[in-house]
Every structure is written in structure tokens, then in C-alpha cells.
T-cell receptor
Framework: GAVVSQHPSRVICKSGTSVKIECRSL??????MFWYRQFPKQSLMLMATSNEGSKATYEQGVEKDKFLINHASLTLSTLTVTSAHPEDSSFYIC?????????????????FGPGTRLLVL | KQEVTQIPAALSVPEGENLVLNCSFTDSAIYNLQWFRQDPGKGLTSLLL?????REQTSGRLNASLDKSSGRSTLYIAASQPGDSATYLC?????????????FGTGTRLQVTL
């Protein structure tokens, strides 16, 4: 089946540094990818939609200058947490939709990466 | 704004029991609904996807139903096993203009004991 990878799986950094997280669709192309954040014992919250060839769309309350998203190709999206602070510590998960066009309908299934755990000291 | 709620928040059952997890959503104009499993510290595994025009989907011991008009879905797990222990998330997909958005529920943490 479709696979989405994330790198790194875990990162620990000092406050004030920037961290880049990569999301790759390994065997399919995705013009759109999604970035989620999950705090302990909470559900996933959509942060932004990454669009290949255009600007990302951010959800309300998410600072676009802090969470920089670049959809470099049809298989790669990156999320950079700039000037990270301890409150940014969280589990970041990306997803990419696999779209199968056929009768009687177009089916879209989201495939999720394994997540990146960020700890900012 | 779509809100997705799951009940119960946590559930502990002995091995072998059948169980039902509930998911409700406030806006019935959804494209599809998906159930996921998440193991601690891991990503998500898709279990079942129900299109808005469908009533249920089955995969092995799992059966998911959808009542779109009432904004409800259930995930039925038959003959539960310790390996079923995980957090179960439901998510609804909506289209906003040309983009689609997945909104997740609050999750149900399931523990199946020996």
C-alpha cells in the first residue's frame, strides 16, 4: 500500500533554534499534503495544507511565519519550526492523499506518516 | 465549524468482548468518514473509510456504520483482543471550496485486558 515517511522521527533542540521536518510520499505523488500537531492525550489538529507550486494554507490561529511550509515537489513537503520554544514541543504528523479515479466515484484515502516528536528544551 | 466528538474517551474491556465506539459530528455535509488506529507515540493506521453515500463498511472483526443525517458513526469491534489496545480516532472529510479538510475526533483510548 501507499507509504508516507517522515524525517526525523524524533528531535531534541534548544530554545530559539529552527527545526525542519520532512514528509515524503514514497510511491505516489501528492499535490497536497497536510500537517497536523498532536499534544499529549489530545487529538490531531490540522495546522496547514501544503500545496505543491503555491503557498500553504494555514488554519486559524497557526502562525505562518513560525511554521514555514515548503512543498518542494510532488513527493516532498517540509515543515520548519522557526525559533522553536518549549510550547512548540509536540508530535507533528503529516499526511498525503492517494486519489484513485474510477467508476463509480473518485476515492481519496489519507495516508499518514509515522510522526515526528519534537522536544524543545 | 465542524466538531467531532467521540464517546467514551477511554474504555477497558476483558479479552473476547464485543464493543462499540461512538463518533458524532455537527455538520452532516461530509464527503466521507474514516476510522483510524493510533498506537502510543506512533502515526495513524487507517481502518475503515465510509463514503457519505454508504451506510457501513466491514473489515475482518471491524464494522463501521454511518448515519450521515444524524451525524453519527459507530465502530464495532468483535471478539476484542489485547492487540486491539490503542487509541481509535474518527475523522470526517469536508470540502471547503476547492480544498478538502479532515477534522479529527477526540479519540477513544481502548485497553483490552487478558
Amino acid at each position: 500500500g501507499a507509504v508516507v515517511s517522515q524525517h526525523p522521527s524524533r528531535v531534541i533542540c534548544k530554545s530559539g533554534t529552527s527545526v525542519k521536518i520532512e514528509c515524503r510520499s514514497l510511491d505516489f505523488q501528492a499535490t497536497t499534503m497536510f500537517w497536523y500537531r498532536q499534544f499529549p492525550k489530545q487529538s490531531l489538529m490540522l495546522m496547514a495544507t501544503s500545496n505543491e507550486g503555491s503557498k500553504a494554507t494555514y488554519e486559524q490561529g497557526v502562525e505562518k511565519d513560525k511554521f514555514l511550509i515548503n512543498h518542494a515537489s510532488l513527493t516532498l513537503s517540509t515543515l520548519t519550526v522557526t525559533s522553536a520554544h518549549p510550547e512548540d514541543s509536540s508530535f507533528y504528523i503529516c499526511s498525503a492523499p492517494l486519489i484513485l479515479a474510477g467508476a463509480p466515484r473518485i476515492e481519496e484515502t489519507q495516508y499518514f506518516g509515522p510522526g515526528t516528536r519534537l522536544l524543545v528544551l | 465549524k465542524q466538531e467531532v466528538t467521540q464517546i467514551p474517551a477511554a474504555l477497558s474491556v476483558p479479552e473476547g468482548e464485543n464493543l462499540v465506539l461512538n463518533c458524532s459530528f455537527t455538520d452532516s455535509a461530509i464527503y466521507n468518514l474514516q476510522w483510524f488506529r493510533q498506537d502510543p507515540g506512533k502515526g495513524l493506521t487507517s481502518l475503515l473509510l465510509i463514503q457519505s453515500s454508504q451506510r457501513e463498511q466491514t473489515s475482518g472483526r471491524l464494522n463501521a456504520s454511518l448515519d450521515k443525517s444524524s451525524g453519527r458513526s459507530t465502530l464495532y469491534i468483535a471478539a476484542s483482543q489485547p492487540g486491539d489496545s490503542a487509541t481509535y480516532l474518527c475523522a470526517v472529510r469536508e470540502f471547503t471550496g476547492t480544498a478538502s479538510k479532515l477534522t479529527f475526533g477526540t479519540g477513544t483510548r481502548l485497553q483490552v485486558t487478558l
